[in-house]
């Protein structure tokens, strides 16, 4: 089953995109970014719950690297 939040690895700039059930929400600059971009969508998390969450699927990068690449 695929999870339904998805962050993609940092792109140039050091932002990862954010999609949530198919849905790009837009570009996050750090946790706090995408903390808030999944209280927009009705997720009520903080940023230790984005980190941990088993919904959520880092894709390239850990939750703590925003490095550009």
């Given at each position: 089953?695929?999870?339904?939040?998805i962050v993609?690895p940092?792109?140039?700039?050091?932002?990862?995109?954010?999609?949530?059930d198919?849905t790009?929400?837009?570009?996050a600059?750090?946790l706090r970014d995408?903390?808030?971009y999944?209280r927009r969508?009705?997720l009520e998390?903080?940023d230790l719950?984005?980190?941990?969450?088993p919904?959520?699927e880092?894709r390239?990068?850990?939750?703590?690297?925003?490095?550009?690449?």
């Open positions: 089953m695929a999870k339904p939040i993609y940092p792109d140039e700039q050091g932002t990862r995109r954010v999609r949530v198919g790009i929400l837009g570009r600059h750090d995408l903390t808030e999944l969508a009705g998390v903080d719950d984005v980190i941990r969450s919904l959520i880092w390239g990068a850990d939750p703590e690297d925003w490095e550009p690449r």
